[in-house]
């Protein structure tokens, strides 16, 4: 089975703090992706990887930046929290590109508040 | 521009009732992937289904089904003799092959609940 962990389930950061999520998979998937959760919004995607090291801006990158610098591992990261950052954050992965089109899987989401 | 409209937004059902889940979509490529997921109150987002665009074969699964019309561009699911397992928060998605990755473009999401 695919397994897609992130490092905490729930998080409480002050406004002004950096934040770092973490989120490894275990299946060798080439894509990586950073979501946010939002009553009414439904999922939004923020950025997402194709190959270690590349990143590209979802829809709604500002205030975000990641990192992938192994291929399991998919870093999102805060680096000033504010308080409209609060969300539940989702991180998954899937195989291939192009006519590939693999399912995504989902990790558990962490719950950040930003108080 | 690429759109996944659940007009659903909330759905309540006694157990053992048949319910259907609309998902309408919009897209200018010819060739897309349009998939179901289910988040049960735990949060994960489970799979549950993915077509796509050149198969609009009904494909049904134990109590689950589903209704791919591109006449329409819907992608209805419909859950018979619903249990109260069933209670989740349903997604629609849809992936555009232009796209470099499989990125999913995800409708707001219908919350069923089964009352037992």
């Known amino acids: 089975d695919v397994k897609v962990t992130q490092s905490s389930r729930y998080l409480v950061k002050r406004t002004g703090e950096k934040v770092f999520l973490e989120c490894v998979q275990d299946?060798?998937?080439?894509?990586m992706f950073w979501y946010r959760q939002d009553p009414g919004l439904g999922l939004r995607l923020i950025y997402f990887?194709?190959?270690?090291?590349?990143?590209e801006k979802g829809d709604i990158p500002e205030g975000y930046s990641v990192s992938r610098e192994k291929k399991e591992r998919f870093s999102l990261i805060l680096e000033s929290a504010s308080t409209n950052q609060t969300s539940m954050y989702l991180c998954?992965?899937?195989f291939g590109r192009g006519s590939l089109r693999g399912e995504q899987y989902f990790g558990p989401g962490t719950r950040l508040t930003v108080t | 521009a690429q759109k996944v409209t659940q007009a659903q937004t909330e759905i309540s059902v006694v157990e053992k009732e048949d319910v259907t889940l609309d998902c309408v979509y919009e897209?200018?490529?010819?060739?897309?992937?349009l998939f179901w997921y289910k988040q049960p109150p735990s949060g994960e987002l489970v799979f549950l289904i993915r077509?796509?665009?050149?198969?609009?074969q009904n494909e049904i699964s134990g109590r689950y089904s589903w209704n791919f019309q591109k006449s329409t561009s819907s992608f209805n699911f419909t859950i018979t003799a619903s249990q109260v397992v069933d209670s989740a928060v349903y997604f629609c998605?849809?992936?555009?092959?232009?796209?470099?990755?499989?990125?999913?473009?995800f409708g707001t999401g219908t919350r069923l609940t089964v009352i037992p």
């Open positions: 998954a992965s899937s």
């Open positions: 299946m060798d998937h080439e894509n």
């Open positions: 990887s194709y190959d270690v090291k590349m990143k």
């Open positions: 897209t200018r490529d010819t060739t897309y992937y």
């Open positions: 077509r796509n665009s050149f198969d609009e």
């Open positions: 998605a849809l992936s555009e092959a232009k796209t470099g990755a499989n990125n999913l473009f």
